[in-house]
């Protein structure tokens, strides 16, 4: 039995091998290319890489927490949280707060569109993040209000 199993494998393997190439599945335009020479790693030559890219700016409203409350050791939009659901959350600031990461949304006096879904991704990252601390800080005209969650 494993001998007839051999020979069918064979008979099969030959007749592959003896079929033309199709033509169909072999690409007119593809040109022989030599490898690409490989260059040896050189630390003299690497670049810095930056902790993240600049793409956010910081507001006078989040520069006045950063300065007044924070003590400028806020660290800006340093990481970004995935939620649940495929969402994502980018907090102003984060610091760490006697071994707690903490993580600080800042909010001016003037209430803009995108406060309602910076507020609903913060609070489901207070949820499900609860090993972190949260703060959200609204700038009344006059003080700071803070809540912790």
């Known amino acids: 039995m494993l001998d007839e199993y051999r020979k069918s494998l064979a008979r099969k393997t030959q007749a592959t091998a003896k079929a033309p190439p199709n033509p169909a599945r072999t690409p007119a335009y593809a040109p022989a290319t030599p490898p690409r020479p490989m260059t040896p790693y050189s630390p003299a030559e690497s670049v810095e890489v930056p ?5 956010g700016k910081m507001t006078q409203t989040e520069e006045r ?7 400028g050791n806020g660290r800006f939009e340093a990481v970004t949280l995935r939620l649940p659901g495929g969402g994502r959350y980018t907090p102003d600031f ?12 800042v909010k001016g006096s003037y209430r803009l569109g995108s406060q ?5 991704a ?17 700038w009344t005209g006059k003080a700071w209000e803070r809540k912790t969650f």
């Open 116 to 120: 309602g879904r910076a507020f609903t």
């Open 65 to 71: 927490y950063n300065r007044d409350v924070l003590g």
């Open 122 to 138: 913060f609070h489901d990252a207070a949820a499900y993040y609860p090993i972190w601390r949260f703060v959200w800080a609204h």
């Open 51 to 55: 902790l993240r890219p600049a793409a």
């Open 94 to 105: 984060m610091t760490i707060d006697d071994g707690v990461v903490t993580f600080h949304e």
